[in-house]
Structure formats: C-alpha cells, structure tokens
C-alpha cells in the first residue's frame, strides 16, 4: 500500500519512523517550508527511498500533478499545518488519513489537547480519522485515551500522545490494508469546536479565574507553549508552575500571602494557589526573590482603581 506522508513536527517524525520501520512504502514525505526537523525528516527518507517535498503550496497545479504519478492508497496527515483542498484529498485511492490530539466529537478545532487540559477534563483522547470536507468530522478509525491527574501539563500529554499515535496509525494502515477496518461515525449533535489559542489568551487576572481555573491554565499553557502570563508593576511574567492548596487559604485576588522556599501563596477569585515556578518575560529572572509579602499582581480591580486615580 503506497502512501504519501504529509508531516510536520515531532508526532509527524515519531510516526514516519515507526512506519519506516514496519517497513511500510512510503513513496513521498511532503514536508512545511522552515520546519525545524527537516533534516531529520531527509534522512529518514533515505532510509526508507521516499523521495522529499517542500512545496509552498500543496494545492498547486503542478504538484498536484506530480502527487498524481505516485498512484497513492494513502495519504496520511501528521501535523501538517496547511490546508489541502478537495482535488487533493480525492487523489488517494483509498484514504487521506488525519492525526488529530483530541477526542471527538468532543473536541474538534485547535489546540484540543491545551483546551481539555483548560477545561479540566480527567480523561483526555487522541483519534486517527478519515479527512472529509468539514473540520475534524470524519470517521473515526482509531482513538485512545488516558486518563490525567491534576498536575498533568500539556508537555506531559505530548509526550503521551508521541508515543501513542505511531501505533494507532501503523494499525489504522493494516486493518485498511487487508480490509479489517471499521471507521466509527461521529455523533455530529455531540460535536464541539475550539479556535486557535494566541499568546495573550493566557493572561491572567487573579480576580478573573477560581485557583482551579488559574492551576489549568498554568499546565495547559505551559512550555513548549508561550505559557499563562501576569504582570508585576508593568513587567510580564509568565508562569510554569502552580499547586493546589491542600487546605483552603483565602483573601483578595492577586494578592501575594505567603512566600515559603521558592513559592508563593497568591488569592484567585475564590482562594489561593501556590505558584512554584514564574519567571520575568523579559529576562528569564525569577520572579520570587523580587516579590514581597502582601505585592499585588495583575488584577482587574487594579486596573480600574488606577483608572480612577488617573481621573482624579
């Protein structure tokens, strides 16, 4: 069964590896302009005698043309970050295949993985499905799920979900090869979509979000990402790390209470958390050993009384 692999990123590299190694006939690898893993991807090619592609434009005429001569089965979709249209989904003779890091129909859109983590969910589900005309809503061919804590961060999921999806696909391939596979229909009246997320998504105004709401959006956001963010005064600070109370501390949000062997106690909407890990933007400095006891974070309040005051 030939395929095209279209990829992008680390889970697009884990896949190709595995599949290159089951020996599967990989005919083409198309690759994104400036991915950092080119090389990698190169060399893997070599290794399995796929021939590499880095179009700036996959819908073009001529490389639609050229993706026509491999006579694909398959094409596979890991990571790959631009859109193909309908005449190149319809090239394959039997499938274009997507990874897609969230369960559905629950979670279709963007950044699935950071918005369950956003949304506290205990289960969190990755799906291979067959690429339609709509977002996310084709048949379901494999999924799986894992089952998080409440200190899971998005770093952590990733890595799971690495090292879960080569085998979902290498599976998905050979049940359509021999004719065994069994592609699920989503419920589309259970279906919900999320947007792309951007940096200032993450800002944090402690008035705004309960401890639990802030401790999600902390793991959620975290590195790789560009992370949950706060000021101090009028320098940014972003926050890696965060634990829930194991008893409940209360007072006003944003306010710093307790600092205690690199941590901080500061109140949300509703109680505090400890922030363990928070950095200046700018410098990379950390934030506690230029805080205070009783130092106030970036709130809403604040900046309406700071509003009045420049009234007056």
Avoid at 71 to 79: C, K, P, T, Y
Avoid at 118 to 134: F, L, M, Q, T
Wanted: charge should be neutral; aromatic fraction near 8%.
């Amino acid at each position: 069964m030939r395929i095209v692999f279209f990829c992008k990123g680390i889970r697009g590299r884990e896949c190709l590896k595995h599949l290159c190694k089951k020996g599967a006939d990989l005919s083409m690898i198309v690759l994104q302009q400036g991915d950092s893993l080119a090389e990698e991807y190169s060399a893997i090619g070599r290794q399995c005698a796929a021939e590499i592609h880095t179009p700036s434009d996959p819908n073009s005429k001529d490389f639609l043309d050229r993706l026509k001569k491999e006579n694909a089965d398959v094409f596979v979709l890991a990571g790959y970050g631009l859109i193909l249209n309908k005449e190149c989904l319809s090239i394959p003779k039997l499938n274009c295949i997507n990874l897609h890091g969230g369960k559905l129909p629950q979670y279709r859109g963007s950044s699935p993985l950071n918005w369950a983590l956003i949304n506290g969910e205990e289960k969190i589900g990755i799906s291979v499905i067959e690429v339609d005309e709509g977002i996310d809503s084709g048949d379901v061919l494999a999924e799986k799920e894992m089952v998080v804590d409440p200190n899971t961060t998005i770093s952590d999921l990733h890595e799971w979900a690495n090292h879960q999806f080569p085998k979902l696909l290498h599976a998905a391939l050979e049940q359509l090869s021999n004719g065994t596979l069994k592609p699920q229909k989503q419920n589309h009246d259970h279906s919900a979509y999320y947007p792309r997320r951007f940096p200032d998504d993450g800002m944090i105004f402690w008035d705004q979000f309960t401890a639990r709401e802030v401790h999600n959006r902390i793991r959620a956001l975290t590195k790789p990402y560009p992370c949950a963010r706060t000021f101090f005064g009028n320098r940014e600070v972003i926050l890696l790390k965060s634990e829930l109370t194991k008893f409940p501390y209360y007072g006003e949000a944003g306010r710093i209470y307790r600092k205690n062997n690199g941590k901080l106690l500061i109140g949300t909407k509703d109680r505090a958390l400890w922030i363990t890990c928070a950095q200046f933007t700018e410098d990379q400095s950390p934030l506690y050993p230029e805080v205070k006891r009783y130092d106030l974070l970036s709130t809403i309040r604040e900046a309406a009384i700071e509003h009045y005051r420049n009234l007056s």
